[in-house]
Nanobody, 126 residues
Framework: QVQLVESGGGLVQAGGSLRLSCAAS????????MGWFRQAPGKEREFVAA???????LYADSVKGRFTISRDNAKNTVYLQMNSLRPEDTAVYYC????????????????????WGQGTQVTVSS
């Protein structure tokens, strides 16, 4: 089993930055596909970014060029650096993990991930 704990959320003004962390325990996740998803009130959970076992990355078009996903294998932690935040980025952000090296086709599909964190709230004020 893998436990995931997100942190780093909060309230920020538009144009600001936040860095989310996802600390994993129970297993080493260096070879896992790790993803970030978000869910705004009244909306479905949507893909934000993912990093595969070879450290290739994938981003939703809405965050490309503003967000960066990375991992620190020594800390068993994945990060999401979020810059130039917009009010529409407001959501609960979830970290997800899958023990397989998901193909690019599947990295954006929430149902493909086996493990999830509890989420951290990000609020961007205008």
């Amino acid at each position: 089993q893998v436990q995931l704990v997100e942190s780093g959320g909060g309230l920020v003004q538009a144009g600001g930055s936040l860095r989310l962390s996802c600390a994993a325990s129970g297993r080493t996740v260096s070879t896992y596909t790790m993803g970030w998803f978000r869910q705004a009130p009244g909306k479905e959970r949507e893909f934000v970014a993912a990093i595969r076992s070879g450290d290739s990355t994938l981003y939703a078009d809405s965050v490309k060029g503003r967000f960066t996903i990375s991992r620190d294998n020594a800390k068993n932690t994945v990060y999401l650096q979020m810059n130039s935040l917009r009010p529409e980025d407001t959501a609960v952000y979830y970290c997800a993990a899958d023990p397989t090296d998901l193909s690019i086709t599947y990295t954006s599909i929430a149902g493909r991930y086996d493990y999830w964190g509890q989420g951290t709230q990000v609020t961007v004020s205008s």
